[in-house]
């Protein structure tokens, strides 16, 4: 795994050394990313340079280094990932006559682009990757990015100045980057956690969307194109259905799983797995043992906390698929070291508050290998979330209540501010009490006023409803979560709720968390649950292979039973969460309380601090659990006292 930047500059002013010294700033900001290996490659004539940074996996000679070359010297690359499916395209390219100088994947997938393209060659391409390819024929340079976002991407452009990067802060590493902080985008975090692709928290910089490809030629501003599309194939999928019984699909499943974890599992370097004891990690931590020789290494983080610990189902896995099994047990001092970290390490506001055990088990996993294979995925693909389930039961109630009176009763609900439901709720049974707060029924409320399933699944999905009202200026851009049209390519709600996840909060929380986190300790993460072969297969399954017997994720399931018996990984989906609402009240309080302040708030013009602070008054009381509002804008303005000095306000 590694990192790229670049920049192209039209005017081409710079001479070879100051290109040169310049990208080398980009790419040192990144050192993390491969502290193994750096190069540049530079052309004064164009104006142009790609650099790289170095985790070495494969191939660790010199063979592998980057910015390569083409052998006709056309093309240079430098190159984020790993392609799972080199050793076929090699076979190719040799029977035609091509010649390599060492066995990296680089070097393979970049005379592909050389002998038969760039479009043939991506088709082939079973991996994840941020690609930045030079064409110096057509003086044409090429953004690629993965087709599910598993690697990041960024771009952005001032006048003549196109700069590309793995992470934010190697663009920012440019004198010529003076982005402005985006209030449109500040709103659209608060909605999310997280900002959507393709917008960053700066006006003038983007993330490249999954399954796209930049082109930039000369004269043109960018052309993007997708090369893969995750509606597409859901689309495709609805129209061509399985007909399997359910041995055979469960044979087709694992023998394709089979096939995409054996391909994660070659590296030069040691390599282990993330084991929850969930039915993903799980899956793949025996697909992974089934086809080794020795015992894998896995590794958990435990929480003694009741309701967020899975150690002891994690081990009680590993004993019994014979891995060699480590586990951390997470306290509030472990978080409050890594806390003053976060912005650096996501560069942007990030409010997915696992991002917290996910540093610390790709720390904790680094210590011993270079690589490690996850479950991430799994939920998506398979349909394991509880909204996949409840969420159109809850929607067909819902559609069936005349919308005039949903809208006089939503208007009732919100009537009594959530602190007077919750003293209303002391009154009701004790198991509607400790399910229920105020701020859930005001949730509910909004719920019940959706216009239709698509504003239904974009209320329950979101942090903060309304985040125009809490951003001065601020108007949130709107996406593919309100768009209408999804619903006819994928009928189905519940299927739909898939696809919107796995091309929203798949790519910019899961896999971006995932990313900073293992990055950051120079550890290569690998999910073989979304190779996309294994997404092709999955949409293509009819309902009942994800969902029957009240149970989720069906047919993955069924694999994984094969492997270890169904009574170790039985229970309630538990998520990799933190006990984040209870350290708020205790050892967090006092960061929290700084970052919250009115008057720093106020200042800063990002956040009205007024109803952050009803919040934070509320969640202090116990009446209500609002760590997940409350994560989101304490990582907003922990962002801002470190980053927004630097740049202006839009």
């Known amino acids: 795994m590694c990192g790229i930047s670049g920049y192209l500059d039209r005017s081409a002013r710079a001479g070879e050394a100051q290109l040169t010294a310049t990208a080398r700033a980009m790419s040192d900001a990144l050192s993390h990313r491969g502290p193994d290996d750096e190069g540049v490659w530079a052309d004064a004539s164009a ?3 790609l650099a790289f940074r170095r985790l070495s996996i494969r191939d660790l000679s010199p063979a592998g280094h980057q910015p390569m070359v083409s052998h006709s010297g056309r093309f240079i690359i430098s190159y984020n990932g790993e392609i799972y499916s080199h050793a076929e395209i090699a076979k190719d390219l040799v029977a035609s006559g091509v010649t390599f100088r060492g066995h990296s994947d680089t070097e393979i997938m970049l005379e592909s682009f050389a002998a038969v393209g760039v479009r043939p060659t991506l088709d082939r391409l079973i991996g994840m990757f941020a690609i930045a390819l030079w064409d110096r024929q057509e003086r044409t340079l090429m953004l690629i990015r993965d087709r599910v976002g598993i690697k990041p991407l960024y771009w952005g452009q001032f006048g003549e100045l196109f700069l590309w990067g793995s992470e934010l802060k190697a663009l920012r590493a440019h004198p010529g980057c003076t982005p402005k902080i985006d209030r449109d985008a500040v709103a659209a975090y608060l909605r999310h956690a997280y900002v959507p692709a393709p917008y960053t928290i700066y006006r003038g910089i983007h993330k490249l969307p999954p399954g796209c490809m930049l082109t930039l030629r000369p004269g043109a501003a960018p052309e993007i194109e997708p090369y893969w599309s995750a509606r597409s194939v859901a689309s495709k999928g609805v129209r061509d259905r399985f007909d399997f019984s359910d041995a055979e ?13 054996c391909r994660r599992l070659v590296a030069d370097v040691p390599l282990g797995a993330f084991l929850s004891g ?24 435990g929480f003694n906390a009741q309701g967020f610990d899975e150690a002891q189902h994690a081990k009680a896995v590993a004993a019994h698929l014979g891995t060699d099994h480590t586990e951390l047990y997470v306290e509030p001092d472990h978080a409050r070291a890594i806390i003053p970290r976060l912005p650096d390490m996501y560069d942007e506001p990030f409010g997915d508050s696992s991002q917290l055990p996910t540093f610390l088990i790709s720390e904790m996993t680094r210590r011993h290998v270079t690589v490690a294979l996850s479950g991430d995925g799994g939920d998506e693909v398979f349909a394991g979330y509880n909204r996949y389930t409840a969420g159109p039961r809850i929607w067909d109630w819902i559609k069936r209540i005349p919308r005039p009176l949903r809208l006089a009763g939503a208007t009732g609900i919100r009537a009594l501010p959530p602190e007077m439901w919750n003293r209303l709720l002391r009154l009701a049974p004790r198991d509607i009490r400790d399910r229920i707060s105020g701020h859930q029924v005001h949730k509910g409320a909004d719920a019940l006023a959706a216009r239709s399933d698509t504003e239904f699944y974009r209320v329950i999905a979101s942090q903060w409803n309304d985040p125009d009202r809490l951003v001065p ?4 851009p709107r996406g593919i979560l309100w768009d209408e049209t ?14 919107l996840d796995l091309v929203t909060y798949l790519p910019d929380d899961i896999l971006a968390k995932v ?32 969902q029957r017997d009240d149970r989720s994720k069906w047919l993955l399931r069924q694999v994984l039973y094969r492997h270890v018996p169904q009574a170790l990984v039985e229970r309630p989906k538990m998520g990799f969460g933190v006990p984040v ?24 013009g990002l956040i009205d601090p007024k109803p952050v602070r009803r919040l934070w008054a509320t969640h202090l009381a116990g009446s209500d659990n609002l760590e997940h509002p409350l994560w989101t804008v304490l990582m907003l303005e922990a962002w801002r006292r470190r980053w927004a000095g630097s740049v202006a306000h839009d």
Do not use: C, Y
């Not at 999804?486 to 299927?495: I, L, Q």
């Open 249 to 261: 699909a469960t044979d087709r499943l694992e023998a394709l799983l089979r096939d995409a974890v």
């Open 581 to 604: 609402g209870a350290w708020l009240r205790g050892p967090l309080r006092e960061w929290a309380e700084d970052l919250l302040d009115a008057r720093q708030m106020g200042e800063g």
């Open 47 to 49: 104006g142009i340079a």
């Open 515 to 546: 990313d900073r986190a293992s990055m950051a300790v120079s550890l290569e993460v690998r999910v073989p649950l979304l190779d996309h072969r294994v997404i092709d297969f999955a949409f293509r399954l009819p309902a009942r292979f994800k």
């Open 473 to 476: 200026g601020g108007h949130e």
């Open 278 to 301: 969930g039915i993903d990690s799980s899956a793949v931590v025996a697909l992974m043992q089934v086809q080794s020789n020795r015992p894998i290494q896995t590794f958990t983080i």
């Open 486 to 499: 999804v619903r006819a390519d994928v009928p189905d709600f519940a299927e739909r709720m898939e696809l």
